[in-house]
């Protein structure tokens, strides 16, 4: 029997940890890695678990990944963030999958929804927005990458049919809070790139990026289909942009 490990990393991640380690208790192992937590994370990670490790909250989120995978004893690794939940569609298909798989491939897509506002988003771009998460022991690793870090497949990839429920903002607050927290980082990348802000980079940042994708996020991909909750989240994006290039003018008045 193939055995099936899951890696988490969470930083004060409590209220929605619950529900999704509950949502893969079924796993054979399950790892999660506490990153300087300062509420109830580690409390609920140890109803689920004993594998609890400790590292710092580094800017660079792939160090800590890397390192919750690196700690997995199971020939599948499933990786997941603190705000997903694995549906019971998704579990039955990764089971037959590592119990029967292709010889040939080494990861999975899986399609993921997208929660804003607890409403599911169908349109503006937001599904199926599959992710790469299951992957073979050994076939994998984490590309150091600004905010979102790739995962590199060592073989052949195949899309699952079962998918992941995403609760990124459940609330305004929870919105704004990771967007200072994904700006910050944003800002970081580019900062070590060595980009400055000026005459182009004021346009991009500005005008540019935040125009064509709210245009076509909210127009083109029919976000507005998905009411105000499809609104926000293509202002969402809108707003991110412009506050990447005011944090970056901020840091060069200093």
């Not at 690196?70 to 089971?95: A, F």
């Not at 073979?136 to 060592?154: M, N, S, T, Y």
């Not at 083109?220 to 991110?240: I, N």
Request: aromatic letters at 14%; one cysteine or more.
């Amino acid at each position: 029997m193939k055995k099936l490990s899951v890696s988490i990393i969470a930083h004060n991640e409590a209220e929605h940890l619950d529900k999704c380690l509950e949502s893969i208790s079924w796993a054979d192992e399950i790892i999660v890695v506490d990153c300087e937590s300062n509420d109830n994370t580690v409390e609920v990670a140890r109803k689920y678990t004993d594998k609890i490790f400790s590292r710092p909250n580094l800017p660079n989120l792939n160090l800590n990944k890397s390192f919750g995978i690196g700690q997995t004893k199971g020939d599948w690794i499933l990786y997941l963030d603190p705000d997903e939940r694995v549906s019971k569609e998704l579990k039955e298909e990764i089971l037959s999958c590592i119990q029967h798989p292709a010889s040939s491939i080494n990861g999975y897509l899986t399609p993921r929804k997208n929660h804003y506002l607890g409403k599911w988003l169908r349109w503006g771009g937001q599904y199926p927005d599959r992710q790469l998460r299951l992957f073979k022991k050994g076939k994998a690793k984490f590309l150091c990458e600004h905010v979102h870090e790739r995962i590199q497949i060592d073989g052949k990839i195949a899309t699952l049919k079962g998918y992941l429920e995403h609760y990124p903002y459940s609330t305004i607050n929870e919105l704004l809070k990771k967007l200072v927290f994904y700006t910050d980082f944003q800002v970081g990348y580019l900062r070590n790139k060595g980009v400055k802000p000026n005459l182009f980079v004021a346009w991009r940042y500005l005008f540019w990026r935040p125009g064509t994708r709210f245009f076509r996020r909210y127009f083109l991909k029919l976000g507005f289909l998905d009411g105000y909750p499809g609104l926000l989240a293509c202002l969402h994006d809108l707003l991110t942009e412009i506050f990447i290039y005011f944090k970056l003018w901020e840091e060069r008045k200093k």
